[in-house]
């Protein structure tokens, strides 16, 4: 194959973090190359399965975000650069890796991979190879890459893209690894609605990811099948993780901090693929201290998420949430709704039902700093204020709607579990129980996800 760009590598030989060690083929790779100096790096692990660039660890929290390499100690790449990583994009043919040294790239139009199968865009890690769309003239997306299958994108960041920072749409087997998109004014409604936002596929893996100030979801993957998002860290987004008209769907060993929501599990009516998914588990992940602000733009669903929500089910269907360690989210550690509680009229159709149904809630921890109260600006968030509660949140609420044959199953050991349900959705007559079973807890099964792996 013809190459006109710098460097001809062998990648597995160099880098390990993008491909799975179990696979030792090679492939041609063109190489986009800067003289760009990397700074010194600093690792500490939290837990074992993750690692990241300067991860620093507070001693109140536990968790403090990953605080990128600052821009000004990598080199900027000039034009010819940039064209060249473009021109590499669109030349592209099956099995090609394109490599992108440490710098900055300063893009004005969005990069899209189109209708090409088998290619792997690699940088040198989150914080070396920046993709930066703060000039931004042209295009919705950071990178858009659109019916295109067995795509590997790792080891590099997006910054400041002015729509969504990475957007896959038809993709199926599709891997997102040790990523970094993030919005450096911080927490804005003005920024990106997704972080990591791949949709209509099926066979989809997003881990070792990281995603900040995200107006709607820092990982949002949507109408899709057999979908695997593990070991990511979330912070500063209005939702941390969003799996929304999914089915057969795994969310584990992941950490959401300082969120609006830390982790979601919708079911929206009125959706062209996937229209009423199921097959969901959430478990062994970190979910603390999602307080923040919900910067969602007006008319977003996302906005009737409120402050201090920690796992949110909304018309979930099959869905499993155990092993969790669930702290200080003040309005709910987690809850469970029917699609009323934002639509009171919507009608139960042949292909979406508005219920949620067949949950099991078990083996979670909670704890809340008692001086937390609710948020009860949302929603979610005016469940709580009916509940006498003296404004503080529950460790589990929920709406009460459920389906007459739907399993509702709450198991927590904790002595001091809070959980509040109404009645049937009755705002004036809740129901607050104690700890212990509650419906009928028979163990739930699930199918197997599939499970890309490369």
């Not at 041609?28 to 003289?35: L, R």
Request: hydrophobic residues 35%; contains cysteine; proline residues 4%.
């Amino acid at each position: 194959m013809k190459t006109h760009l710098l460097l001809i590598l062998l990648v597995p030989a160099l880098f390990t973090s993008c491909t799975n060690e179990k696979n030792n083929s090679t492939h041609k790779t063109q190489s986009v190359a800067s003289d760009a100096q990397s700074s010194e790096d600093k690792e500490i692990t939290y837990r074992q399965d993750i690692s990241y660039q300067m991860r620093e660890i507070d001693d109140k929290s536990g968790l403090r975000r990953r605080r990128s390499l600052p821009i000004q100690e990598l080199s900027t790449l000039d034009s010819v650069d940039v064209k060249q990583l473009q021109m590499a994009l669109y030349n592209a043919k099956e099995g090609d890796t394109i490599f992108l040294e440490s710098g900055v790239y300063h893009l004005s139009n969005e990069l899209i991979i189109s209708e090409v199968n088998g290619i792997t865009l690699q940088g040198k890690g989150m914080g070396k190879t920046i993709i930066n769309f703060a000039d931004q003239q042209a295009g919705g997306q950071g990178i858009n890459v659109n019916k295109a299958n067995n795509i590997t994108l790792c080891d590099f960041s997006v910054y400041d893209a002015h729509g969504d920072g990475i957007k896959t749409k038809g993709c199926n087997n599709m891997i997102m690894r040790n990523l970094e998109v993030l919005w450096t004014k911080g927490p804005h409604p003005t920024n990106g609605g997704y972080g990591l936002y791949p949709v209509e596929s099926q066979g989809i893996l997003v881990e070792q990811c990281m995603v900040a100030g995200a107006s709607d979801a820092g990982i949002y993957v949507g109408q899709s099948l057999d979908v695997v998002v593990k070991n990511c860290y979330v912070y500063h987004n209005v939702a941390g993780i969003e799996i929304e008209n999914c089915t057969r769907s795994l969310v584990y060993d992941n950490v959401a901090e300082d969120n609006t929501g830390g982790i979601l599990v919708f079911n929206l009516p009125d959706l062209p693929v996937n229209p009423d998914g199921q097959f969901c588990q959430v478990y062994d992940n970190i979910v603390v201290h999602n307080n923040h602000l919900n910067f969602a733009p007006e008319g977003n669903m996302v906005a009737i998420v409120a402050p201090g929500s920690g796992i949110v089910l909304l018309a979930a269907k099959s869905c499993e949430v155990f092993n969790n360690e669930i702290r200080d989210n003040k309005t709910m550690g987690v809850a469970v709704a029917s699609y009323f509680v934002h639509n009171s009229n919507q009608k139960s159709t042949d292909q979406f039902s508005p219920y949620s149904s067949n949950i099991s809630i078990h083996n979670n921890e909670y704890s809340c700093d008692p001086s937390f109260y609710a948020d009860n600006s949302t929603p979610f968030g005016l469940l709580v204020l009916t509940s006498g509660n003296g404004g503080k949140g529950f460790d589990l609420l929920s709406d009460g709607v459920f389906s007459e044959d739907g399993l509702f199953c709450v198991q927590e050991d904790s002595s001091d579990f809070s959980f509040m349900m109404l009645n049937n959705g009755d705002f004036d007559s809740p129901l607050t129980r104690d700890a212990g079973p509650l419906g009928n807890c028979q163990k739930m099964s699930f199918p197997e996800v599939y499970q890309v792996d490369r």
